[in-house]
């Protein structure tokens, strides 16, 4: 079965701008989860989506949002980006919203975002 | 605050070698543990995971410890081969679905 879809998988906006990622989650999953990926912090968690309502929001300013679809696939709006959000962005899906102990999630191959 | 921490940046290993990967949290709440492995230009997979109510579980050539009283986990993989090398996530979990990751531990396997 295809799995966790991202686009695009490259991006280049410059600072001031917005931009919006898209995630299409492995058919059957519900839950979807955002992560920014930097080097040296890892991968910090933005958000996650069960059926179309946030469930839980990291540590980021208000420019980050996203939202999910009644098809659960999701999207994430960065607003007035700055060179700090260069990152890589990873989706990640699962099937049951509470279902954490069935292997995590399976991620996306994220998408590039680079600031200038 | 990093709850989950990977001190170790990078490790080589000799390839048939033992690797131990390690990981250190601070939240005793967490009670589910999760190793992922990312390529470049790719996703982090899942590897293997351990709840907390074990202190070990094994998988093929990877097995994950769990010492719940210092708080630490550890990855070991016997024998290391060169398509090991990848960059290791652990992750960990309390109540709810959200998953703390640590920095992420570069392995290489020298052939």
């Known amino acids: 079965k295809a799995g966790v879809t991202q686009t695009p998988r490259y991006l280049i906006k410059t600072r001031g701008q917005q931009v919006t990622l898209s995630c299409s989650p492995i058919s059957g999953h519900r839950s979807v989860s955002w992560y920014q990926q930097t080097p040296g912090q890892g991968l910090q968690f933005l958000f996650e989506y069960f059926s179309e309502t946030q469930r839980n929001k990291g540590n980021f300013p208000g420019r980050f949002s996203g939202r999910q679809f009644s098809n659960s696939r999701s999207e994430m709006n960065v607003s007035t980006l700055e060179l700090g959000d260069s990152a890589l962005y990873l989706c990640?899906?699962?099937?049951?919203?509470?279902?954490?102990?069935?292997?995590?999630?399976?991620f996306g191959s994220g998408t590039r975002l680079t600031v200038v | 605050d990093q709850q989950v921490k990977q001190n170790s940046p990078s490790l080589s290993v000799q390839e048939g070698r033992i690797s131990i990967l390690n990981c250190d949290y601070t939240?005793?709440?967490?009670?589910?543990f999760l190793w992922y492995k990312k390529y470049p230009a790719e996703g982090p997979t899942f590897l293997i995971s351990i709840s907390s109510i074990k202190d070990k579980n094994e998988d093929g050539r990877f097995t994950v410890f769990l010492n719940k009283s210092a708080k630490h986990l550890s990855l070991h993989i016997v024998p290391s081969q060169p398509g090991d090398s990848a960059v290791y996530f652990c992750?960990?979990?309390?109540?709810?679905?959200?998953?703390?990751f640590g920095t992420g531990t570069s392995l290489t396997v020298i052939p």
């Open positions: 992750a960990a979990s309390g109540y709810g679905n959200q998953f703390y």
């Open positions: 990640a899906s699962s099937p049951h919203g509470g279902d954490r102990l069935n292997y995590g999630y399976t």
């Open positions: 939240n005793s709440m967490f009670d589910y």
